[in-house]
């Protein structure tokens, strides 16, 4: 029974320190909240203090009157602006006439100039007929059968022939005249004269568009004939074409 008791008397002691110290931290707690609470309420007061500050901006008056003073000041360079349109008339009056007279003057001399050296002196030099009839076209080929001339008479156009015009061929001691289409099949501008049916002919020739009388239409064309290089692509003269065209 004796250690029983001393058991009971050590759970009261226990619970009585412990008890204690729960007492002792919530007072201790206690002491310690209002110290801070202390501080803030002098810290609330300073920023009312500031709020008074706002008395200083009644110093807006003295930026109302140092405004009209500026005004007061411009109106006196709006006047200025008088003297400066003065200057712009002298500026356009002496601009427009100088490059009229510069302009007009070398033009004037320029075709003065041109007119001296007139056309009228070459005019009278061409004193040669104007035929109805000119060569278009002149070509020499290779050909050991035979030596001839071939050629076709062209409208103006030169597309189209023209048929019933006299062709003379002719050489020293001979000529023939032919009239188109001398082969219908070939069309109605073309003519041929055959020079010769043995080979290759060696000559000189002409040939030129007459009329009836046989006076020439057209200027008189030369051509020669030779025995070499007949094979074909060779640069023989045996097969002469010579075209003409009509002027008008």
């Given at each position: 029974?004796k ?31 209002p ?5 803030p ?12 500050t ?51 003057a ?22 040669s007929?104007?035929?109805q ?9 290779p ?6 001339i ?8 030169g ?5 019933d ?16 289409p ?13 020079l010769?049916t ?24 030369s ?22 065209k009509?002027?008008y």
């Open positions: 029974m250690l029983r008791h001393f058991l009971i008397l050590g759970l009261l002691v226990f619970l009585n320190g412990f008890v204690l110290t729960v007492l002792f931290l919530m007072v201790s707690n206690e002491l310690a909240r110290a801070p609470t202390s501080t309420v002098v810290t609330m007061e300073p920023p009312i203090q500031p709020t008074f706002s008395t200083p901006t009644e110093v807006s008056p003295p930026t109302s009157t140092t405004e009209p003073t500026a005004t007061s000041t411009l109106v006196v360079p709006s006047s200025t602006p008088a003297p400066t349109n003065t200057p712009a008339p002298p500026t356009s009056t002496p601009v427009p006439p100088t490059p009229t007279f510069t302009v007009s070398p033009t004037s001399t320029a075709p003065a100039a041109t007119a001296t050296p007139t056309t009228p002196p070459p005019s009278p030099t061409p004193t007929p104007s035929y009839y000119s060569m278009k076209y002149i070509e020499y080929l050909n050991c059968g035979l030596t001839f071939e050629g076709t008479v062209w409208n103006p156009d597309v189209t022939q023209r048929s015009v006299r062709v003379k061929v002719w050489t020293a001691g001979w000529e023939v005249i032919r009239v188109t001398t082969d219908a099949g070939k069309g109605p501008g073309y003519y041929d004269v055959i010769s043995e080979g290759p002919r060696e000559g000189n020739w002409f040939v030129a568009v007459v009329d009836a009388n046989g006076n020439p239409l057209s200027d008189t064309v051509f020669d004939t030779n025995t070499t290089n007949c094979e074909p692509g060779g640069t023989g003269h045996q097969w002469v074409i010579v075209d003409f009509a002027n």
